[in-house]
């Protein structure tokens, strides 16, 4: 089992920055991808960015490009989203997700969520 905390979610102006975290505990985590999706009220949960644990090779969806990156510190089991020029149409659930596996923009992949955290951008 891999479980994970993201942190890091508020509110935040637009043309702003926030730096998401999420921290993975429970197993081995080198074999694995782990990626972001997001979910604005009454939306469907979209595909935001993914990050293979052991190359470190990344995806972006291109709603995001050009804005968000997505890193991991392998030492600190942690993977990170710097979203920057954020606006208000950013604004939703952030989950941090996990598969064995390539990367992945299908959330029916992932075995492994987190809680969420809120990223809210005020106009």
């Known amino acids: 089992q891999v479980q994970l905390v993201e942190s890091g979610g508020e509110l935040v102006q637009a043309g702003g920055s926030l730096r998401l975290s999420c921290a993975a505990s429970?197993?081995?985590?080198?074999?694995?991808?782990m990626g972001w999706f997001r979910q604005a009220p009454g939306k469907e949960r979209d595909f935001v960015a993914a990050?293979?644990?052991?190359?470190?090779?990344?995806y972006v969806a291109d709603s995001v490009k050009g804005r968000f990156t997505i890193s991991r510190d392998v030492a600190k089991n942690t993977m990170y989203l710097q979203m920057n020029s954020l606006s208000p149409e950013d604004t939703a659930v952030y989950y941090c997700?996990?598969?064995?596996?390539?990367?992945?923009?299908?959330?029916?992949?992932?075995?492994?969520w987190g809680q969420g955290t809120q990223v809210a951008v005020s106009s």
């Open positions: 997700a996990a598969r064995l596996g390539p990367i992945a923009v299908q959330r029916a992949y992932y075995s492994y």
């Open positions: 429970g197993r081995t985590v080198g074999s694995e991808t």
């Open positions: 990050i293979t644990w052991s190359g470190g090779v990344t």
